[in-house]
Nanobody, 120 residues
Framework: QVQLVESGGGLVQPGGSLRLSCAASGFSFASYASRWYRQAPGKERELVAP????????NYADSVKGRFTISRDNAKNTVYLQMNSLKPDDTAVYYCNAFHPYYPKSRNYWGQGTQVTVSS
């Protein structure tokens, strides 16, 4: 059974940090690219940080550049999102996505999301 399970969300004060994790199972995670998306209330889902299957990160959203870092540990089938200097505008549900680069539509999986709230 294919699963992506996010964890690590919560309530944090502005300027604080969180690290999100996304544990994959049921497929060959090391062959898949990974992405973190987020969706704030009343807004469309936004791509935050992409990562290739080989661990190369490209094209962070402008709003998170220099503050967020995506990484992966293929031995643990896990992708991470380190979030520093958090702002209230970062408040959203964060989703993990994994897709096979040769079959981006048919082999495309999502987690259930984890809430991040940045507030004092």
């Amino acid at each position: 059974q294919v699963q992506l399970v996010e964890s690590g969300g919560g309530l944090v004060q502005p300027g604080g940090s969180l690290r999100l994790s996304c544990a994959a199972s049921g497929f060959s995670f090391a062959s898949y690219a990974s992405r973190w998306y987020r969706q704030a209330p009343g807004k469309e889902r936004e791509l935050v940080a992409p990562l290739t299957s080989t661990g190369r990160s490209t094209n962070y959203a402008d709003s998170v550049k220099g503050r967020f870092t995506i990484s992966r540990d293929n031995a643990k089938n896990t992708v991470y999102l380190q979030m520093n200097s958090l702002k209230p505008d970062d408040t959203a549900v964060y989703y993990c996505n994994a897709f096979h680069p040769y079959y981006p539509k048919s082999r495309n999986y999502w987690g259930q999301g984890t809430q991040v709230t940045v507030s004092s």
